[in-house]
């Protein structure tokens, strides 16, 4: 082995830039590292063969040399209509997958004509409110060919029944149906807000749609673990890392509590991840986040399967990176953040467009988003090794360093008494809050530079333009709602709604029960306010 | 001596947006430059808001809105201040605001309008310079 003279490789001398360097998890970062800071390494524990147990190289052997992962842009404005334009807009130039965002209305269980909708509808998502916008939404688009992934979670639910229905129209039985909803609502508590129920009758919704797809739509992704929300609401890689995974292992333990093998749901679940800024910080975050799963899955939760222990994720750029001054620098950045994402080893990925701090995309920003996944794929020769950056002793330090700080937070939450009881202590939001905070002041100390914003400014007028979301929308959906409300068979929807209802206050499972509802369409709302009369609503406290 | 009484803000999350990063951030920030700080929380409606100021009396209230629902609920908050008679408090607006929908709202007496990448002192001064009172 070669000898290491510390004294001229490993310590910072005074000629550098900064008198630390850290990254954005604040560990700080040495100069060079070696194979001192790896002394324990083992290739056949610590990494493996892609695809084999602990994961830490990738969730398949040959990755993208098989199948590139899915370019899957987050998609969703207006009417269902419209956004249905927009799906057929991508699906011709190339995306293979479908993400679909809801209005607000929608997310929170509300119809288009409630007070609380009040300027809401189709703004930041597609409207819905029952299984007629659904059949829109999907018009010409065969779900049997394609997978989608729906951003929904309180009443996730609902909308999967929606989806189920709308396909069987279409002729396709459950099983063959291909997709994920989000379904997490522990990070909606944590950071994302769109709570609508206490945790506890949340999670047996939760469970309730597990138990239910294993049965009936096998090739579903159950629950969408997510970071992603964690890390815009302003945590650290190393938080989004943690937080993210002891949401997983809730779910788990609370499939299992419902007398689940895990081996059974396990292989459903799926995890959702950001990719921000500092290259090397992610590609090591989705490494460890690999093997934590698999070490945790097998020994703590017995699980047998491969398929239970391999993680799987979609990543999605970090929207807060993204600035709104000179927008066309937001190019670059999703470019770094998909790499990392990439190397990273995501199953699927969705780029932001350039103009994301100001709008939602616009076709001509959506489109440069998606030649930005094209051009990662086939020009720059990434994907077509695995996990090439493995055995660098950065990564594998790092990789090493973000699976220990995890740790150190699995126990904290473990004394506070598990997730739930941390979220009602209100510590995941607390230390969101400080993180974001500190963050901010890193950018207006000018400790970190954020281009075009905090230095090298230009001060010119922003002329990028804008997706505007027609006022009209909500007329239109609020319309076509009432006269919904007027055709359908309303005694038949009332008898359901009861149905429901009393399901609801005994244990059994509410799928079918929503399944039915939706199908004689009843909306989203009276489904949600049918629930809400058992089940109550969240209050949060409003710290900052 | 005479203690010099604290500016007292209401930082606002008006309608469904559960974007609160820039609430909280900006809430703190505040609440470090010596003023006195209240937060609503979330998914508040114009009525909640209104019935907030005229329990605390606030110097400024500061609404963040990052869902596009601003041109709807801004206008609908000024009216019920107006049928309250409140004529002197600062109400300001940030979060994704397009320069297009500036000119509508000022109309509406709101001010402010300051987005992603803004220094947070600025709207500390910003708060300062504009108070009505």
Redesign the interface.
């Known amino acids: 082995m070669t000898e290491i003279d510390e004294s001229k490789t490993l310590k910072p001398t005074k000629s550098e830039r900064r008198e630390k360097f850290t990254n954005l998890s604040d560990i700080e970062m040495k100069p060079l590292y070696t194979p001192e800071d790896i002394k324990e390494f083992n290739y056949a524990k610590d990494l493996g063969e892609p695809g084999k147990y602990p994961f830490t190289r990738g969730a398949y052997p040959n990755m993208y040399r098989g199948r590139l992962w899915t370019m899957r842009q987050f998609a969703g404005f207006g009417s269902a209509d419209q956004t249905n334009k927009r799906y057929k807009f991508l699906l011709e130039h190339g995306t293979t997958g479908l993400s679909v965002a809801f209005s607000l209305h929608t997310i929170y269980g509300y119809e288009a004509d409630d007070d609380k909708a009040l300027g809401e509808v189709g703004k930041e998502g597609v409207s819905i409110d029952t299984l007629k916008d659904m059949e829109t939404l999907f018009s010409g688009i065969d779900l049997s060919k394609i997978s989608t992934s729906m951003t929904i979670n309180a009443p996730a639910s609902i909308l999967l029944a929606m989806y189920i229905v709308t396909a069987e129209k279409q002729g396709h039985s459950p099983e063959k149906l291909r997709g994920t909803i989000q379904n997490d609502i522990l990070k909606e508590y944590i950071a994302q807000k769109s709570w609508i129920f206490p945790p506890e009758p949340s999670m047996r919704l939760i469970v309730d749609t597990i138990e239910y797809c294993a049965k009936n739509v096998p090739q579903w992704y159950t629950i969408s673990i997510s970071g992603y929300h964690i890390r815009e609401a302003g945590s650290t890689a190393v938080q989004e890392l943690a937080f993210t995974l002891a949401d997983g292992f809730a779910y788990v333990e609370a499939a299992m509590e419902r007398g689940l093998d895990v081996d059974d749901f396990a292989p459903r679940l799926s995890f959702f991840f950001n990719s921000h800024n500092n290259f090397f910080e992610e590609v090591c975050k989705y490494r460890a986040a690999r093997r934590i799963w698999a070490k945790r899955l097998k020994n703590k939760y017995g699980a047998k399967k491969t398929e239970s222990m391999r993680l799987r994720f979609h990543t999605q750029t970090a929207g807060v990176s993204l600035s709104a001054q000179e927008p066309e620098n937001n190019i670059a950045r999703v470019t770094i953040q998909g790499l990392a994402a990439v190397l990273g080893g995501t199953q699927s990925l969705h780029t932001n467009s350039f103009d994301e701090a100001l709008c939602l995309p616009t076709e001509k920003a959506v489109k440069i988003a998606l030649r930005t996944q094209q051009i990662i794929a086939h020009e720059s020769g990434v994907a077509d090794t695995v996990d090439p950056l493995a055995g660098s002793y950065y990564v594998e330090w790092l990789t090493n360093k973000m699976e220990e700080e995890a740790e150190a937070y699995f126990e904290k939450i473990k004394e506070l008494g598990g997730v739930i009881p941390a979220i009602k202590a209100n510590f995941f939001q607390k230390e969101i809050a400080n993180a974001s905070y500190k963050f901010q002041r890193e950018i207006e100390s000018k400790d970190r530079i954020f281009v075009g914003v905090n230095d090298y400014q230009l001060r010119e007028p922003c002329a990028t333009p804008l997706l505007k979301i027609d006022e009209n929308v909500a007329k239109v959906q609020i319309e076509n709602l009432q006269l919904l409300r007027n055709e359908r068979n309303n005694e038949k929807v009332h008898e359901i709604l009861n149905k429901l209802e009393e399901a609801a206050r005994s244990t059994e499972n509410l799928m079918p029960f929503i399944v039915d509802a939706v199908r004689e369409y009843a909306s989203i709302g009276e489904i949600m306010a049918t629930l809400k009369e058992v089940f109550g609503t969240y209050v949060e406290d409003s710290i900052f | 001596m005479v203690e010099q009484r604290k500016i007292k803000v209401l930082?606002c999350k008006p309608?469904?947006?559960?974007h609160?990063?820039g609430?909280?951030?900006l809430?703190?920030?505040l609440r470090d430059a010596g003023m006195e700080?209240i937060?609503?929380?979330?998914?508040q409606?114009p009525a909640d808001i209104v019935s907030t100021i005229i329990q605390e009396d606030p110097d400024a209230v500061m609404l963040s809105m990052l869902?596009?629902?601003?041109?709807?609920?801004c206008p609908?908050i000024m009216e019920k201040l107006k049928e309250n008679g409140i004529d002197d408090v600062l109400v300001g607006v940030g979060g994704?605001i397009?320069?297009?929908d500036k000119t509508f709202l000022e109309k509406n007496g709101l001010k402010g309008f300051y987005?992603?990448?803004t220094?947070?002192?600025t709207i500390v001064e910003f708060v300062k310079n504009n108070l009505k009172r």
């Open positions: 930082v309608g469904l947006d559960g609160d990063r609430a909280k951030v809430a703190r920030a700080v937060y609503t929380g979330l998914h409606t869902s596009g629902a601003h041109n709807a609920l609908v994704i397009p320069d297009e987005g992603p990448g220094e947070l002192k």
